[in-house]
């Protein structure tokens, strides 16, 4: 006689075994599992095609890098500057910017180079040695080529202040300047009362003096 307990006890296993696999079924078959697929899907997508556009844009960008270095190479100064200005907007690096501040030098932008280098310092914590230490070298080169210029200012100087290029300037210290013309005047109550047009030229210190004359006095009446 066949015992009935195993095979009724099978087919209620078999039964719990076909439930199960029917819910994982109707879960993986449900809209909200689909929609979830789905955006996991797309986020794949999305960062597929992130990468290869990044991957495009950094091949862009390398070549525009390429050009600068050939405009540099053909003295085109103005030419590659525009070219690396244009690069450091989307992905400035230390090596990009070093690249600026070679250019504005070679226009004769000393000050503005110095500024530029020392951006280019700060900026190189992941540089290689060797970007840092041109960049070191051509700091220090400025250092020695920049420019002085000693403004003094002699006679009535009660009152007044002195400008260069436009900017308030300490009288009797040295102020680092750019090569090539120069104006500086002197004001009183915002009135020029003298002032001197000269150039200066790498590596030397210019002395200005700014004659200031006395503000004649009124003849009194008879």
């Given at each position: ?11 209620r296993?078999s039964?719990?075994r076909?439930?199960a ?5 109707w879960?993986l078959l449900s ?9 996991v899907?797309?986020?794949a ?12 844009a950094?091949?862009?960008l390398?070549l525009?890098?390429?050009?600068g270095l050939?405009?540099?190479?053909a003295?085109r ?6 070219r690396?200005?244009a690069?450091?907007r ?5 090596n ?5 501040g070679l250019?504005?030098e070679?226009l004769?932008?000393l000050r503005?180079?110095e500024?530029?280098?020392?951006d280019?310092r700060?900026?190189?914590?992941t540089?290689?040695p ?9 700091l220090q080169d400025l250092?020695?080529?920049m420019?002085?210029?000693v403004?003094?200012v002699?006679?009535?100087?009660e009152?007044?202040?002195?400008l260069?290029?436009?900017?308030e300037a300490?009288?009797s210290?040295?102020i680092r300047?750019d090569?090539g013309p120069?104006?500086?005047v002197a ?6 009362v003298?002032?001197?047009a000269?150039s200066s030229?790498?590596?030397?210190t210019r002395?200005?003096?700014?004659t200031?004359?006395?503000v ?7």
């Open positions: 006689m066949i015992n009935a307990a195993p095979t009724s006890a099978l087919r296993r039964r719990r076909a439930a696999l029917g819910l994982v079924c879960a809209p909200s599992w689909l929609r979830a697929q789905d955006n899907a797309t986020r997508r999305g960062d597929v095609a992130a990468r290869a556009h990044d991957d495009v950094t091949r862009a390398r525009q890098f390429a050009r050939t405009l540099e190479i003295g100064w103005a030419d590659a500057l525009d690396f200005e690069i450091a989307r992905r400035p690096t230390a990009v910017t070093f690249h600026i250019c504005h070679r004769g932008r503005k180079a500024r530029t280098y020392q280019a700060a900026a190189a914590r540089a290689t060797a970007v840092l230490a041109e960049i070191d070298a051509r250092e020695g080529r420019p002085k210029i403004l003094n002699a006679g009535a100087t009152g007044v202040t002195v260069l290029d436009g900017e300490q009288p210290r040295a300047v090569p120069h104006v500086a004001l009183r109550h915002g009135i020029p003298a002032a001197s000269f030229h790498e590596r030397r002395f200005v003096t700014l200031v004359h006395p004649p006095s009124r003849a009194s009446d008879p």
